[in-house]
């Protein structure tokens, strides 16, 4: 059997893109394969659960705009499935003079992106969040939290509804374009179809080199790691309270998110890690290390962030530096308030001259279409992008 589409990868991106195909082309033959034995194991299932609002991307942007309509869609479909979601909205505080400036020039933005926000003083910051200090902050109504593997596995029943197959613990050994179709071999068989999209997240370059493609990136994964806080200190804040990013860095910096669970969490950090799926904490896996090293790009951009590298590795080895990070906008945390929490690892593409890649790649052939770096907001954004990859297929 020739499938009409072959979908590589079982996140949000891959689930979205395989429903707006078939949107498109009703009854066509779809078939879905996820290496793992369930969907979301990897970026989608380890995010912080924030629907973002899109305040930090340039005005006009590719980001800023696939973001504000991905939050309003992905808003809706929560409703239409009955998917909690909640609209505790954000504060990013400056908590140092130096960081006013570009708190301005993030309101600013706000405005140029036509999202709503709040400039608040310090006496504000304080008496919406008790436990929150600052000098200067904005407020942005909007940005709200949810489970994003719940919208996974929705989006899951939606496309299996309509006769698409997914096939779980089978992964591509060799991927062949022919004149008329593109054939994957896996451990479990040969699968062929006209049109083949790879959303393989922290593989994604490695199926694209696998399936012929000369690649001019890397990705190099980053760990995220976070901490939850002690049931106790479930009620710290309300809404979810970020520092101001530092220029430069594509990372938001350490954050007190509430989840949709009833937690809290703080973090992410950005640590450069050494193994693209090792979760534990001091992971190496020799395969992906030597990839990253073997990468000229990799020290490239390397020598281009040494100073906030070593900053993050403090943080991460020292739990009392880490917990510095968060007391600069919350005071009032303890060593004690900061339990263990399964990190994230985040793709980041990694380009020849050692830019970190901060927008969407994509890299075509006839019948192939990879997605070699979906950047965040990419959950948030995961429906327009699903949107954007199917008219690009059809286009072609």
Avoid at 48 to 57: E, K
Avoid at 164 to 182: D, K
Avoid at 360 to 386: E, K, Q, W
Wanted: hydrophobic share 40%; charged share 20%.
């Amino acid at each position: 059997m020739i499938h009409d589409y072959c979908i590589i990868g079982g996140g949000i991106v891959g689930l979205a893109t395989a429903r707006a195909l078939l949107a498109r082309t009703p009854g066509a033959s779809l078939i879905l394969l996820e290496k793992e034995t369930a969907l979301g194991q990897h970026q989608t299932g380890h995010n912080s659960g924030v629907i973002h609002s899109g305040i930090y991307y340039a005005p006009g942007s590719f980001k800023a705009r696939l973001c504000r309509e991905g939050a309003a869609r992905t808003k809706e479909f929560c409703q239409q499935h009955a998917i909690a979601y909640e609209d505790r909205g954000k504060m990013i505080v400056a908590t140092r003079p130096d960081e006013v400036p570009r708190l301005d020039a993030l309101y600013d933005r706000a405005g140029e992106n036509g999202i709503r926000a709040e400039l608040i003083s310090g006496e504000e910051i304080t008496a919406r969040e008790p436990n929150v200090t600052g000098l200067k902050g904005i407020f942005v109504p909007e940005a709200a939290i949810v489970n994003y593997t719940d919208l996974l596995h929705a989006m899951a029943a939606e496309i299996i509804a309509q006769g698409a197959e997914i096939r779980y613990a089978t992964q591509p050994r060799a991927i062949v374009e022919g004149g008329n179709s593109v054939t994957v071999t896996t451990d479990s068989g040969v699968i062929e179809a006209r049109r083949l999209i790879a959303c393989a997240g922290l593989q994604s370059d490695r199926v694209a080199k696998m399936a012929g493609l000369d690649l001019d990136l890397r990705i190099v994964p980053f760990r995220g790691e976070y901490y939850r806080l002690a049931p106790r200190r479930n009620d710290v804040v309300r809404a979810m309270i970020y520092p101001v990013p530092e220029p430069g860095l594509p990372f938001l910096g350490t954050h007190l998110t509430p989840m949709i669970d009833g937690s809290v969490t703080v973090g992410p950090n950005a640590m450069l890690g050494f193994a693209r799926e090792g979760y534990p904490k001091f992971s190496v896996n020799l395969r992906d290390s030597l990839d990253m090293v073997s990468f000229p790009g990799f020290w490239s951009s390397i020598r281009q962030f040494i100073k906030p590298g070593l900053n993050e590795l403090g943080n991460s080895l020292f739990k009392s530096r880490y917990l510095r990070e968060c007391q600069r906008y919350c005071p009032d945390l303890e060593l004690s308030d900061l339990t263990p929490m399964t990190c994230g690892i985040r793709a980041q593409a990694v380009m020849k001259d050692g830019t970190m890649q901060s927008d969407f790649v994509f890299r075509n052939t006839d019948r192939m279409l990879h997605v070699c770096n979906a950047p965040s907001p990419a959950a948030t954004s995961a429906l327009p992008i699903g949107d954007m990859i199917a008219d690009r297929v059809l286009a072609a």
